[in-house]
């Protein structure tokens, strides 16, 4: 049984940072692609970061670019999301997630049906 936890999100002004972190549970966490998305009130749910099971690629949504970063600890089965220069329309509840193993193609995990197993979320409001 995969566990995914997520912490570290708040209310934070515009220009600030967070970093959530996700904590993972369960075997072979470092043999998957991990990924944050997000949910904004009356919007479907959004890919924002992932990363390759090595932390050798990281894939991340053009809205983000050059503000998230997202990294990973395989030692402590835990994936991080550093969030710098945030904006109102960051706002949103932002959920961790397990893809693939293997193989897999940039589309795929971009796509939330990549992910099979998504943590219960973490809330992220951030004031103008």
């Known amino acids: 049984q995969v566990q995914l936890v997520e912490s570290g999100g708040g209310l934070v002004q515009a220009g600030g940072s967070l970093r959530l972190s996700c904590a993972a549970s369960?075997?072979?966490?470092?043999?998957?692609?991990m990924g944050w998305f997000r949910q904004a009130p009356g919007k479907e749910r959004e890919f924002v970061a992932a990363i390759s099971w090595s932390g050798g690629n990281t894939y991340s949504a053009d809205s983000v670019k050059g503000r998230f970063t997202i990294s990973r600890d395989n030692a402590k089965n835990t994936v991080y999301l550093q969030m710098n220069s945030l904006k109102p329309e960051d706002t949103a509840v932002y959920y961790c997630a397990r893809g693939p193993s293997g193989s897999y193609t940039d589309y795929y995990i971009r796509s939330a049906g990549g992910y099979d197993y998504w943590g219960q979320g973490t809330q992220v409001t951030v004031s103008s």
């Open positions: 369960g075997r072979a966490f470092s043999s998957y692609v």
